[in-house]
């Protein structure tokens, strides 16, 4: 994931590759220098710059020079062959360096700079700019130079340069590019068995049709089923290695004067140019669109069991949130009857810390299940980031290091800032206890980059991201679709650390803020990418102005408890209307404690007939918004038909209370709370009243 580094005890081991390169350079361009008519297929003929362009391809630029001299050596040696003067041997060297270089920059820049196929856009790229636009510039240069040379027609040197080089850099550098990883070529394993298959079935098509003297339309057709075939079952490896079988087979018999393209000599040579690049696009174009759909199959089938989980999870920690506030409340008011000397105080303190601990893995849990906070604010995602680096940096083990450095602009996205710091955390951490020695933390903004997110949704225009890579072993590819899964963990076991709600938290923030994440991953380590929109021209707030709420309260001092204990009511009647029985009492007792008088139903629909037996003698109304037989916002808007003022305060531990609260203009107040929150609650819900009141006058 991260370039090579560069010490003095890397050059000799380039030079020695470079020089590697060079001698295979030579003997892969030899044969063309035997065959000096340009009809000829001798671009095709010299494949030796699609392996080299696959090699620079990832490795940066430093490393170049070594190589491209290789290359001119080597072109120069083999001009020697051939009758051309020396200057002519040297403009074609040159031109062989400029075609690389030039393909390897544009390709890095523009295509892909992991040099990955695996997206339309991708595609599509490659092929416009690589085998058409470089290798027009670069051909046009060598019809010229050829023209000079051997007083030949330049539009023939042209077409046959053009069609020649635009062919093999077609047909060859995806094959090299996507069976390389790292630089290196794996060993076939029991998912390459549909590339062998594919390779077989070029092979026995190419040679059926020249044996049996078949029409190269037959051989067409049969051809073109076989890399189809190829490309639905083996994906873009399949359809690059059974390609360029096909291709590298088909020019070796014209060249040796077989097949259904030797009787025409120059037009047979530029049909068979046409039909194998039509044939090559056309297998690639179906290898990406097939991984494509599979990909958005694998990310619906993930999304429906989300959602299962996220309803399920709705409904837990619905419940769950009422146990805990019970509990926590109870503790509460035990913890502040007792003596300061009490032995028992210790006890329920630790009892409060544990609801504590409840309350977060609450929170976790609805994060994890798409359930979060939806509350949204433009901000600079420099902030979360780099409170996240912070946070983490003493958690590393020793040995492991956390580079991060901001860009010098600001990063505007709309999010929640405490969630977005909670999901640079969760990444930050996972890749330092994944990384050897080094994680690298970095900012990016402009167009989406063109790959398909693991989970979510790729941002359509202008978009920000965090890259967070480490330099560890990689993630099993078995491991990379549960990888985002609640609960799954691979650091589970004896002495394993893991819950499997890290990953799964980032995934539901990334996807409530329309975003998704992106995953690449190697034996030099992994790359997770946070995708979300940004907007370009607007002005976030810095770290100072935009401040998230904390997740709980902190632990009441003194003078809080004093004034918690102050007396807020004067009799006034309240309707608690909750199916928790604990949650309920729990709730009269402490409105009792602050001076209201407090009525508790079970039912809403009892306590609406019994609010409407006389609305004007209810002075407040405290729902729960998730009881069977009513929901406590339709509660409150039915209560509200009877009496157009009347105060209300809808609570629960969902998200959506906030938005289902200001719908009906009644402060939300999320489980679980404790007194002192409800007190303020019922503070605000009373007020509002009184300025609904003061509008009206």
């Not at 639905?232 to 390609?243: F, K, N, Q, V």
């Not at 399920?312 to 009857?337: S, T």
């Not at 433009?378 to 780099?386: A, S």
């Amino acid at each position: 994931m991260t370039e090579p580094r560069d010490t003095d005890a890397d050059w000799p081991r380039t030079i020695a590759a470079a020089v590697i390169c060079g001698i295979l350079y030579y003997l892969i361009a030899s044969p063309a220098a035997n065959i000096e008519e340009s009809a000829t297929l001798a671009p095709i003929a010299a494949p030796a710059p699609t392996f080299m362009i696959a090699l620079l391809w990832r490795k940066p630029a430093r490393e170049w020079f070594p190589y491209l001299l290789a290359v001119f050596t080597a072109m120069m040696m083999v001009g020697d062959k051939d009758w051309l003067p020396v200057q002519a041997d040297a403009g074609f060297a040159l031109l062989n360096v400029l075609e690389i270089a030039a393909c390897v920059m544009v390709g890095r820049r523009f295509v892909a700079r992991d040099g990955q196929l695996d997206t339309l856009h991708r595609l599509g790229r490659f092929c416009l700019l690589l085998p058409v636009a470089v290798v027009a510039v670069v051909s046009a240069l060598g019809a010229t130079l050829g023209a000079d040379a051997m007083q030949g027609d330049w539009w023939a040197e042209w077409r046959t340069l053009l069609v020649g080089n635009g062919l093999a850099i077609l047909v060859l550098v995806p094959v090299f590019l996507v069976w390389s990883q790292a630089g290196r070529f794996p060993a076939m394993s029991k998912r390459d068995l549909p590339s062998l298959f594919g390779a077989l079935g070029a092979l026995a098509v190419l040679l059926g049709c020249t044996a049996f003297g078949l029409s190269e339309e037959i051989q067409r057709v049969l051809l073109s089923l076989v890399l189809a075939g190829a490309a639905l079952y083996g994906g873009m490896r399949s359809a690059t290695l059974a390609t360029s079988v096909a291709a590298v087979l088909a020019v070796l018999l014209t060249l040796y004067d077989l097949g259904p393209y030797r009787q025409d000599g120059l037009d047979s040579t530029w049909r068979l140019q046409v039909d194998l690049a039509g044939l090559a696009v056309l297998t690639f174009f179906i290898a990406v669109a097939m991984r494509e759909r599979q990909a958005l199959a694998a990310r619906m089938e993930q999304m429906r069991r989300f959602e299962s989980l996220g309803l399920m999870a709705g409904g837990i920690a619905h419940d769950f949130n009422n146990v805990l506030g019970a509990a926590g409340g109870y503790a509460e008011v035990a913890h502040e009857r007792l003596d300061a000397s009490s032995p028992a105080r210790a006890p329920l303190e630790e009892v409060m810390s544990a609801v504590s601990r409840g309350r977060d893995l609450t929170e976790q849990i609805l994060l994890a299940a798409r359930r979060g906070d939806r509350q949204r604010a433009l901000l600079d995602l420099r902030d979360p980031v780099g409170e996240a680096v912070r946070l983490a940096r003493p958690l590393c083990r020793a040995g492991v290091s956390i580079e991060f450095a901001p860009p010098p602009q600001a990063v505007a996205v709309h999010g929640h800032p405490g969630q977005l710091t909670r999901v640079a955390l969760n990444l930050v951490r996972n890749a330092s206890q994944a990384a050897r020695s080094k994680v690298i933390v970095s900012l990016h903004a402009g167009e989406a980059p063109g790959e398909i997110p693991l989970v979510g949704d790729l941002p359509r225009d202008y978009a920000a991201w965090l890259e967070v890579a480490d330099d560890g072993t990689g993630i099993a590819p078995e491991n990379l679709p549960r990888l985002f899964e609640p609960f799954f963990t691979t650091r589970g076991g004896p002495g394993g650390k893991g819950t499997g709600l890290g990953l799964a938290i980032v995934a539901g923030i990334a996807t409530e803020h329309d975003g998704g994440v992106a995953v690449a991953s190697s034996g030099e380590g992994t790359r997770f990418r946070l995708l979300l929109p940004a907007d370009a021209h607007a002005a976030p707030q810095s770290a100072t102005q935009t401040t998230s709420a904390p997740a709980h309260q902190p632990q009441q001092q003194p003078a809080a408890q004093e004034e918690a204990q102050t007396l807020i009511g004067n009799g006034e009647c309240v309707f608690v209307v909750d199916d928790d029985r604990a949650q309920r009492e729990l709730c009269e007792d402490w409105l009792a404690a602050m001076g209201f008088e407090p009525i508790g139903f079970d039912n809403p629909e009892l306590a609406l007939e019994e609010f409407a037996l006389e609305p004007l003698a209810v002075d407040l109304l405290v729902s729960d918004l998730d009881m069977p037989q009513m929901q406590g916002n339709a509660f409150i808007a039915r209560a509200r038909a009877l009496r157009a003022d009347m105060p209300a305060l809808l609570c629960s531990g969902e998200a959506r209370v906030d938005e289902l609260a200001a719908a009906l203009d009644v402060p939300g107040l999320r489980k679980p709370f404790d007194r002192e929150t409800l007190r303020r609650a019922i503070i605000a819900a009373l007020k509002h009243r009184e300025h609904r009141e003061e509008g009206k006058r």
